[in-house]
């Protein structure tokens, strides 16, 4: 069974900086598409920022030249580096992962709050 783990969220003052962590464990074969979704309370999930196994990277709008997604294939995970962090950004983030054989995956969350 893969399972993925989030971790490094966190309370952050405004214009703070966070990185999250996602790791997957079990019997992991090859691991696709990756990214990052958020969903603060009332509002939907939505995307924050992707990433293929090639490398190619897509960003939110409202995240572009402040968050940095990247992945480690070697270490079956994946990494968002959060800079200049707003009120705005204070969500429950979820990594989500396409695994050969095993079809999408989503982690359990871990709370972000951007506050003064």
């Known amino acids: 069974q893969v399972q993925l783990v989030e971790s490094g969220g966190g309370l952050v003052q405004p214009g703070g900086s966070l990185r999250l ?3 997957a464990s079990g019997t992991v074969f090859i ?3 990756m990214g990052w979704y958020r969903q603060a309370p009332g509002r939907q999930r939505e995307l924050v920022a992707a990433i293929t196994r090639g490398g190619i990277t897509n960003y ?3 995240v572009k030249g402040r968050f940095t997604i990247s992945r ?4 079956n995970t994946l990494y968002l580096q959060m800079n200049s962090l707003k009120p705005e950004d204070t969500a429950v983030y979820y990594c989500n992962a396409d695994i050969q054989y095993t079809g999408s995956r989503w982690g359990q969350g871990t709370q972000v709050t951007v506050s003064s």
Do not use: T
């Not at 480690?72 to 270490?75: I, R, V």
């Open 60 to 62: 939110a709008d409202s």
């Open 31 to 33: 691991i696709y598409d």
């Open 21 to 23: 962590s996602c790791a």
């Open 72 to 75: 480690d294939d070697a270490k």
